[in-house]
């Protein structure tokens, strides 16, 4: 393609200054290279392998036969409005006023956007751990602020770390994004580390974005809400979805939960870009709150035992492979072969027909590693971890 | 790793090895195969058996839900003569059930004929069986969980951030 409009800074471009901003992804070449092959067991999905469970997909099919195709208030649904306070109270004791501190999005994708917008003026500095899913550093830049990386690795389990996050706090700070459990590390931040980072968010008067779309994927220990610690609730937006707990990716539903002033804010621009999340999935949302209890159990349940076998699967092989205890990511470290993890994701797709993300599509330092996910049948994992293993054979240093 | 979990992931699979048990559990794989080898001795463990849709395959099989009325016996109440009945290799499945019957036989076989002469030779003549009504499956839509169609497609995109 031909470029019409010059796109440096100085001049008029096509495109607004703030969308060149954001680099294109570096994986390009990779998804290319994928499209292109057959048999790939892809553990570079980033969603359930379930689908919805049947009784949501009923309560939304049978919403359509009753006709309930019309806009619903800017807020969401009152009763699904409802039914989400009750279960963020019964979850993590935090109490939010359904009529003025709950706002229905599409996906945290949407809830992330309208948080970012709502909150962030030119300038203003977004604190984040990374690496980190690829929508945080975006968000922040479409809403011309200034992503601040707060590397974390694996020796230090993925967690941010609370001195080296103040160190990085100056006059221009105004939030910190955080995402645990993390996509793509697997980590959940300890109880511990959340307090010290709430003292630093008091300290600076600092708010909290929290992205806890993973918060029912925790394995062998408790989701803590950000919101629930102490003096955090008046500062904490909390983000909250049903993509991943339900399997409900395709439906695009999620939340925003937070103080009345930004959820105001945020809903100011949700009825003007969005009116409204689809009201069928709103339906679903609501049956998934009621009645999904076991189905979340079974599945979380399943992933757990994928989880395990799945790292002990990579440190067989001889990886180093950090512990992850939510979400449904594995993210080892390939310093047993020479290669960097773009490099290791595209001849391990190449070779033996396994797609992994490069740790890198998650920030520079994710480098070294890669993102695997285990939300895939067990055989199809059990043969990947076969095909992993030769071509570590082949390319051991 | 409790016990029932081992039998959890044995219900739905009674391929994995005890290794695989182990890895997916982060236990230790003697130990898998030593509580499942208990599990197989006390008869928690009854057998292994594999799920298939006879449907796909050209055979000859009829299935029929026999309900069965029956007169307790005094002492012995269903038992004795629910026996009687579950020691015919016919009877694939007999459950004692609560409402309007009191049986009910799921009778296996390669015809209607075959079925039918079990019910009326074998199975109503029981002394205490007071009725039986046949009920003869046309399909089975699902077994064990299972749906039992076509196996569904990948619905996932590749690769997603
Ligand atoms: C950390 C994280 N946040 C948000 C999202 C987007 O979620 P939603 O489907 O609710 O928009 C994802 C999806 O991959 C994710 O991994």
Redesign the interface.
């Known amino acids: 393609m031909t470029t019409i409009f010059p796109q440096n800074s100085s001049e008029k471009g096509i495109t607004s200054r703030r969308v060149n901003s954001i680099a294109p992804s570096g994986i390009r070449k990779f998804f290319d290279l994928l499209a292109t092959m057959d048999n790939v067991i892809s553990l570079g999905v980033g969603e359930p392998d379930f689908t919805t469970p049947w009784n949501i997909r009923e309560a939304a099919i049978y919403s359509l036969e009753k006709g309930y195709t019309m806009y619903t208030s800017n807020l969401g649904m009152p009763e699904l409005r409802q039914e989400l306070s009750l279960h963020l109270e019964q979850s993590y004791g935090v109490r939010y006023d359904p009529d003025s501190e709950l706002l229905i999005t599409v996906g945290v994708s949407e809830a992330l956007d309208l948080a970012m917008r709502a909150t962030i003026d030119p300038g203003d500095q977004v604190l984040m751990a990374a690496p980190c899913y690829v929508a945080y550093p975006a968000s922040v830049l479409l809403s011309c602020g200034e992503p601040v990386m707060i590397p974390t690795n694996e020796t230090g389990c993925f967690e941010i770390d609370p001195p080296l996050l103040e160190a990085a706090v100056s006059s221009r700070s105004k939030a910190i994004l955080s995402g645990y459990p993390s996509n793509p590390t697997g980590a959940v931040l300890p109880r511990p580390k959340m307090e010290q980072i709430a003292e630093i968010a008091l300290r600076h008067n600092l708010l909290i974005i929290s992205d806890e779309i993973y918060a029912s994927l925790v394995y062998g220990i408790e989701h803590t809400c950000f919101a629930s610690l102490p003096g955090m609730r008046e500062r904490t937006v909390l983000l909250g979805g049903f993509s991943k707990a339900y399997a409900m990716t395709g439906w695009r539903i999620g939340f925003a939960a937070g103080p009345r002033e930004i959820i105001a804010a945020m809903t100011k621009i949700h009825q003007y870009s969005i009116m409204c999340a689809p009201t069928m999935a709103q339906v679903a949302a609501l049956e998934a709150l009621r009645n999904s209890k076991n189905s979340v159990d079974e599945m979380v349940a399943d992933y757990n035992h994928r989880r395990q076998l799945f790292v002990k699967g990579l440190r067989d092989i001889g990886f180093s492979c950090f512990e992850p205890k939510g979400a449904f990511y594995a993210f080892p470290n390939i310093g047993l072969t020479n290669f960097n993890s773009e490099t290791f994701a595209e001849k391990l797709l190449a070779e033996e027909k396994v797609a992994v993300v490069p740790g890198t599509a998650f920030g520079e330092c994710g480098e070294g590693h890669v993102r695997c996910c285990y939300a895939t049948s067990l055989p199809e994992l059990e043969e990947a971890l076969v095909r992993i293993k030769q071509f570590v054979n082949r390319h051991q240093k | 790793m409790s016990n029932k979990e081992i039998l959890c ?1 044995l219900e739905k ?1 009674a391929k994995l090895t005890p290794e ?1 048990i182990a ?4 236990s230790n794989a003697t130990e898998v195969g030593q509580l499942i080898k208990q599990a197989e001795d006390d008869h928690i463990i009854v057998k292994y058996k594999t799920l298939i849709n006879w449907d796909k395959v050209s055979n000859n099989r009829v299935l029929a839900l026999v309900e069965v009325k029956i007169t307790p016996q005094r002492d012995v109440g269903f038992d004795a003569i629910a026996e009687r009945i579950y020691k015919f290799a016919e009877a694939r499945t007999v459950y004692l059930m609560s409402g309007t019957y009191d049986l009910a036989v799921l009778v296996e076989g390669h015809t209607m004929q075959e079925i039918a002469e079990f019910v009326t030779r074998k199975l109503a003549p029981i002394e205490g069986v007071t009725g039986t009504t046949s009920h003869f499956v046309l399909r089975c839509y699902k077994e064990d969980g299972e749906i039992l169609g076509t196996k ?1 497609e990948a ?7």
Do not use: N, P, S, Y
């Open positions: 992931l699979d695989q890895a997916m559990t982060g569904e619905k996932r995109q590749a690769v997603f951030l």
